[in-house]
């Protein structure tokens, strides 16, 4: 099985080495890869996507030895979270090394890390890596999270390493440990309440609209996830008229039933896994609107929901 894999992936480790950009799945969503040491294949990903020059790229990684190369400090604490939580879905933002490459971290003093956790990343990463990945989509769409996305992207003929659907279907959680507090930028599947628990450090979340956070984190500032269709959240006791939008319920008792209210009863996992694919679904349907039922302060206690919160919000705008 092994072997089939690696020859599998042969094509494509040459073509990274080749300098070359190509697909690929991690846990959370699909990434767009690049040699994070060739600057002509970066720039290949940045323009790929059609990504602002001033938002930066995760460094994806394949053990820890390798956060040496391109983390400039490395914290006990910040020890203790990659022990924890790699390989999976979290990404460390530490001060980077001078070597590091001005166009991956968008001339910022620090750099982003990522040990992702599918197996077939984790292979191409050893044998290709380090890699630069950001979601595989067109700047401004929602992530991908099955191969057909990056393909409505990028083309039919663009190579992508296919394996289904993402299991967790949003992006990793980008936690800043340079300052104490410690920050996150992005809200993920990794909770604040766990990193605190872990690293022994205290954690907020930090506030998109603020000035610090857009000079520190500049990918903030961008509106991400958005479909064609008009992504509304859903107030608590409005009327649902689903004839030409799209419903996304999760806790709702009372509702009409039809192919376009889509009920998860307070599966939220399973929210996140499909909530890009809905998104995109609700354009090739010809929606106008998405709509997706509020949270309330006790479901937004967890962490998916925290993160689905912070999608949807930015789907929004
Ligand atoms: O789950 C994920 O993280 C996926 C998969 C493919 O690993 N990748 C991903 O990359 O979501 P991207 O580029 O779509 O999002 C990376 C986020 C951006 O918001 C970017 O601004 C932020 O991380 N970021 C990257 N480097 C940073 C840095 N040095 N300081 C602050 N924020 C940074
Ligand atoms: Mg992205």
């Not at 092994?2 to 959370?28: H, M």
């Not at 937004?300 to 949807?312: G, M």
């Amino acid at each position: 099985m092994k072997k089939k894999r690696s020859v599998l992936l042969d094509q494509y480790i040459q073509l990274l080495k080749n300098g070359n950009v190509v697909a690929f799945p991690t846990e959370t969503v699909y990434g767009l890869g690049a040699d994070a040491w060739n600057p002509d294949a970066v720039k290949k990903v940045f323009e790929t996507k059609g990504r602002p020059a001033d938002n930066p790229l995760i460094v994806h990684i394949s053990n820890t030895n390798e956060v040496e190369d391109f983390a400039d400090t490395i914290s006990e604490d910040a020890r203790k979270l990659m022990e924890a939580f790699w390989p999976g879905p979290l990404t460390l933002i530490f001060r980077k090394k001078p070597e590091v490459l001005d166009i991956i971290t968008a001339g910022l003093d620090t750099v982003a890390l990522r040990w992702p956790k599918h197996p077939l990343s984790q292979d191409l990463i050893a044998r290709a890596g380090p890699l630069v990945a950001p979601s595989a989509n067109s700047s401004g769409k929602p992530s991908p999270t099955k191969p057909k996305h990056v393909k409505e992207d990028f083309g039919d003929d663009f190579p992508v390493i296919e394996a289904g659907t993402t299991d967790i279907g949003l992006e990793s959680t980008v936690l800043d440990v340079t300052e104490i507090p410690y920050r996150i930028y992005r809200p993920g599947a990794v909770s604040a309440k766990e990193i605190e628990k872990v690293s022994g450090q205290k954690t907020k979340l930090a506030t998109p609209s603020s000035k610090d956070t857009a000079a520190r984190s500049p990918g903030t500032k961008y509106s991400h996830y958005s479909p064609e269709a008009k992504v509304q959240w859903l107030p608590k006791d409005a009327s649902i008229d689903p004839s030409k939008e799209l419903y996304l319920l999760h806790s709702r008792s009372a509702h009409p039933t039809g192919e376009n209210i889509i009920h998860y009863k307070g599966d939220y996992s399973r929210m996140a896994r499909e909530l890009y694919d809905r998104f995109r679904q609700a354009d090739h349907l010809g929606m106008t609107s998405v709509f997706v039922e509020s949270f309330s302060d006790e479901q937004r206690k967890e962490s998916i929901v925290q993160a689905l919160q912070n999608r949807i919000d930015k789907a929004v705008g």
